[in-house]
């Protein structure tokens, strides 16, 4: 038996009608750009959220960046994050000039550990930056009221935890600016690039969206006027069809970025989003099966923290013998993935920033052990019988 650790075909095969229908009906509007399909999926995206706002665009990693100058985050400045994590995360913070500052995570649930978090905060600290990993919310209760206490700004990173939830609130309604991801692994992917930040402030709204596009038009305008201080009346020209040529387009009031979601990205993503919480639920139901069948194995399974609705992004095993193992199945037809075998702060990259060896144990006894095995919403019973054999054999 050959067995992906995701098998994109086969959810595209659940979907294709609908998918199809969705992608052909762009194709003959001719509408490719900030179009119906973009507009209408940002309003059911910030609902699904329970956010007031959602600002699509390119990918999770412009999301951050997009976010990160949003909050006027740059040179000098340093955001608090975890180093077990996809490099986007500390990557966008570089990119605007900021410090990363890598605080340890927690053995059991993979995610920055609040309480080291106010040992890392100086005068240089701007914010928070929580990642959501593997599916399961970091615990943003503490994360807030700490970041309220030092006066700092919370972003979420998102991307692995769409429909995740923690105490009973959406992950992504907890930070300032909250960012997400729809490549196509992800639990809420599209055929290609994509994300999505979203916020609950209306300035902040209007900043991010004037980013998102060369910082024009009339929404640039808006964030000019917003970041400067200055009041005055903008007045839409409501009539003007700018489908081809709108002529705001050429004036610019920010360094922007072209960064937006795609017309045909946006109408697949609108069949697929309100499967979202059936496919994450069939997911968590399969970790369940792993869970039950390895309690007896020296293998460390996945901890659920209190309150927190885990999504399982990748179903993630800890083993002392990970190479071995890993050989193991892939002998045996069953595809492995290790997430992540180098933690942020020892990244060659980051040499400048001074750490070393020993300076995150938590992380670094992570990166040595964890490994995903196949997750997705389509594995079959019997698939997932066969690799819970293979794991006990092992
Ligand atoms: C995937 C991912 C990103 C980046 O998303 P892209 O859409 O690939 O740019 C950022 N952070 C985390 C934790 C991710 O897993």
């Not at 990557?91 to 995570?105: H, K, L, R, Y």
């Amino acid at each position: 038996m050959k067995i992906q650790l995701i098998d994109l075909k086969r959810q595209y095969g659940t979907i294709s009608e609908e998918a199809d229908k969705a992608i052909v009906d762009v194709l003959h509007s001719a509408q490719y750009i900030m179009g119906e399909n973009v507009k209408s999926f940002e309003a059911e995206f910030a609902n699904y959220v329970g956010v007031n706002h959602a600002i699509s665009c390119g990918n999770g990693t412009d999301a951050l960046v997009i976010a990160l100058r949003a909050l006027g985050i740059g040179e000098g400045d340093e955001v608090i994050t975890t180093p077990f994590t996809f490099f986007a995360t500390a990557e966008s913070i570089s990119f605007v000039g900021a410090t990363p500052v890598f605080v340890d995570v927690e053995l059991d649930s993979y995610n920055i550990d609040p309480e080291k978090i106010e040992a890392a905060i100086n005068e240089k600290t701007k914010a928070i930056m929580p990642v959501h990993i593997f599916g399961q919310c970091a615990k943003m209760d503490r994360i807030m009221e700490i970041a309220k206490k030092h006066n700092l700004y919370v972003i979420e990173d998102v991307a692995q935890a769409a429909g995740a939830s923690y105490k009973g609130k959406m992950a992504g309604s907890f930070g300032d600016i909250n960012t997400f991801s729809f490549f196509p692994t992800k639990n809420l992917g599209c055929a290609g690039d994509g994300g999505m930040i979203v916020t609950d402030d209306e300035n902040l709204a209007t900043v991010l969206k004037a980013l998102r596009a060369h910082g024009s038009g009339e929404v640039g305008q808006r964030a000019y006027n917003y970041l400067n201080d200055i009041e005055e009346e903008i007045v839409a020209d409501e009539g003007a069809d700018n489908t081809v040529y709108n002529p705001l387009k050429y004036y610019n009031y920010l360094i922007g970025h072209n960064s937006r979601l795609d017309e045909l990205q946006a109408a697949l993503l609108r069949v697929k989003l309100p499967k979202l919480d059936g496919w994450n639920k069939r997911r968590a139901e399969i970790s369940k099966m792993y869970i039950d069948a390895l309690v007896d194995t020296d293998l460390v399974t996945p901890v659920t923290t209190e309150g927190s609705n885990h999504i399982y992004h990748l179903f993630i095993l800890q083993s002392e013998k990970r190479d071995e193992l890993i050989k193991f199945l892939s002998d045996a037809g069953i595809a492995t993935g290790v997430y992540y075998p180098v933690p942020m702060h020892l990244q060659k990259v980051y040499k400048g920033l001074g750490y070393s060896i020993g300076d995150l144990p938590n992380a670094e006894y992570l990166s040595e052990r964890t490994f995903a095995i196949p997750l997705f919403a389509e594995l079959t019973d019997e698939e997932i019988r066969y690799i819970i054999s293979k794991l006990l054999e092992f």
